[in-house]
């Protein structure tokens, strides 16, 4: 059983940083994506970022490139979301989830629905960002 549990968030002043980590456990492929979503209150989940354990290959949704980045240590079975330049806008309760590497790609872009087809969910962490 996939497993996968987000740690890092918290209360930042704007402008400040964060790093969430999402630990994963229970893959038995080596063909997987792990990927964040954000929901803010009262909005829709959204796609924020997503790495292939099959080349590596990262994605960073365009709002957000230049203040997120999105790593993973193998060694760890760990993937991490380095958010910089924090604004209050990106406060949101922010999920980790995994699905096949292809499958969560094309899902980082797509109309939030498609998101709840995903195949594993981390139980969610909140970032609250301060003006």
């Known amino acids: 059983e996939v497993k996968l549990v987000e740690s890092g968030g918290g209360l930042v002043q704007a402008g400040g940083s964060l790093r969430l980590s999402c630990a994963a456990s229970?893959?038995?492929?080596?063909?997987?994506?792990i990927g964040w979503f954000r929901q803010a209150p009262g909005k829709e989940r959204e796609g924020v970022a997503c790495?292939?354990?099959?080349?590596?290959?990262?994605y960073v949704v365009g709002a957000l490139k230049g203040r997120f980045t999105i790593s993973a240590d193998n060694a760890k079975n760990t993937v991490y979301l380095q958010m910089n330049s924090l604004k209050p806008e990106d406060t949101a309760v922010y999920y980790c989830?995994?699905?096949?590497?292809?499958?969560?790609?094309?899902?980082?872009?797509?109309?939030?629905?498609?998101?709840?087809?995903?195949?594993?969910w981390g139980q969610g962490i909140l970032v609250t960002v301060s003006s």
């Open positions: 989830a995994a699905d096949k590497a292809k499958v969560i790609r094309e899902t980082i872009n797509a109309p939030p629905a498609r998101a709840k087809d995903l195949e594993v």
């Open positions: 790495i292939s354990s099959i080349d590596g290959s990262s």
């Open positions: 229970g893959f038995t492929s080596d063909d997987y994506g």
